[in-house]
Every structure is written in C-alpha cells, then in structure tokens.
C-alpha cells in the first residue's frame, strides 16, 4: 500500500532554532500534501496545504514567516518551523492524498517537536 | 456550526463486545464522503474505512462497519468483536465535493478503552 514518511520523528530544539520536517510520498506522486498540527488529546488542526510547484495555501491564523513550507517536488513537502519557541511544541503529521479512484489520504507517522 | 460531531469524547467497553462510535455531519453538498481513522498511542494515523455519499451499501473493512444514514446525516463506525488492540483515538472525517482538493474536515474524536 501507499506509504508516507516523515522525518525526523522526534526533535528537541533550543527556543529560536529553526527545524525543519520532511514528508515523503514513498510510492507515489503527491501534487497536495497538507500539515497538520495536533495538541495532547485534540483533533488534528489543518496548518496549509502544500502544492507542488506553487506557494502553501495557509489555513487563517497560522503564519506563513513561521512555518515555512516548501513542495519542491512531487513526492517531497517540508515544513520548517522557524526560530522555534516552547509554544511551538507540539504533534505535527502531514498526509498526501492519493488521487481517484481511490479517495484516500495516506498519513505520516507524525513528528514530535519539543521546544526548550 | 460544528461540520463533524463527535458526542463522546470517551468511551470504556468490554473486550469482545461490539462498540459503536457516533458521528454526524453536516453538508449541503451532495458528493462527500466520509472516512473514520485510529490514532492510537503512538500517533499514527490509521485509515479504517470510506463511505461515499453515493455508496448504497454501507461501507465494511473486516471487524469494522460503517452505519451510514444519509438522511439523519450520520455515520456511526461499529466494531465488532472488540479486541485490547483497538484502544485508541477515533476520529471522523468528511471530504466535502468533488472539488475539495482531498481537504478533510475532522471531528474532536472520541478515545475508546477496551477493559479486559
């Protein structure tokens, strides 16, 4: 079936260090990819949605300067949370959708970031 | 107003009883469909199963069925035969249109605990 990885799964960073999360379609090619953001117990919360070859279409309230993200290639979507801050800790996972017929989004395993 | 609605935020069966989770949503569109996934502990996101609005039968996955009531807009997840395995958060989602771009609209969740 269709994978998708996300890389690393874990991170510590200092408060203003910048991170940067990768997320792959392992087996097929993804022209969208969405982030999310999940807190402790909560559903997940819809970051942007990625295109290939265009700019991020950001949900309202999420900003654009601290979360970068960049769909260089139809199987590569990072996000970089830049000069990171505790308040940035949290859950993030991206997932492709794998286009019809199928109507299925595949999920990555999701990565842990802890901001100090 | 709530597009996806999740009532329980939690519930405790006993292992090998059936357990039904309850979802109802809310669209005007008539193409959507509608996906149930597991995230247990570790934070994976787990495709279970997919009903589309135009499906006539209801959407099954092995121990998992979807109780699709389109009138009452509701799509209940049934688990049959409940293991310890199947402790976990379980989330609703909708796909709205045929134009969404793959977007999907959660529910809260609910976190399900089977008891020995």
């Known amino acids: 079936g269709a994978v998708v990885s996300q890389h690393p799964s874990r991170v510590i960073c200092k408060s203003g260090t910048s991170v940067k999360i990768e997320c792959r379609s392992l087996?097929?090619?993804?022209?969208?990819m969405f982030w999310y953001r999940q807190f402790p117990k909560k559903s997940l919360m819809l970051m942007a949605t990625?295109?290939?070859?265009?700019?991020?279409?950001?949900e309202q309230g999420v900003e654009k300067d601290k979360f970068l993200i960049n769909h260089a290639s139809l199987t590569l979507s990072t996000l970089t949370v830049t000069s990171a801050h505790p308040e940035d800790s949290s859950f993030y996972i991206c997932?492709?959708?794998?286009?019809?017929?199928?109507?299925?989004?595949?999920f990555g395993p999701g990565t842990r970031l802890t901001v100090l | 107003a709530q597009k996806i609605t999740q009532t329980q935020p939690g519930m405790f069966v006993q292992e090998k009883e059936a357990v039904t989770l309850d979802c109802t949503y809310d669209?005007?569109?008539?193409?959507?469909?509608l996906f149930w996934y597991k995230q247990p502990s570790s934070g994976e996101m787990i495709f279970l199963i997919y009903?589309?609005?135009?499906d006539e039968q209801n959407a099954t996955e092995g121990r998992y069925s979807l109780n699709f009531q389109k009138a009452r807009k509701s799509a209940n997840l049934v688990i049959s035969a409940s293991q310890l395995g199947d402790s976990a958060m379980y989330f609703c989602?909708?796909?709205?249109?045929?134009?969404?771009?793959?977007?999907?609209?959660w529910g809260a969740g609910t976190k399900l605990i089977i008891k020995p």
């Open positions: 989602a909708m796909r709205e249109g045929p134009d969404s771009n793959y977007q999907l609209i």
């Open positions: 669209t005007s569109d008539q193409s959507y469909g």
């Open positions: 990625s295109n290939e070859g265009s700019k991020a279409t950001y």
């Open positions: 009903q589309g609005s135009y």
């Open positions: 997932s492709a959708p794998r286009g019809p017929p199928l109507d299925e989004q595949f």
């Open positions: 087996d097929f090619q993804a022209t969208t």
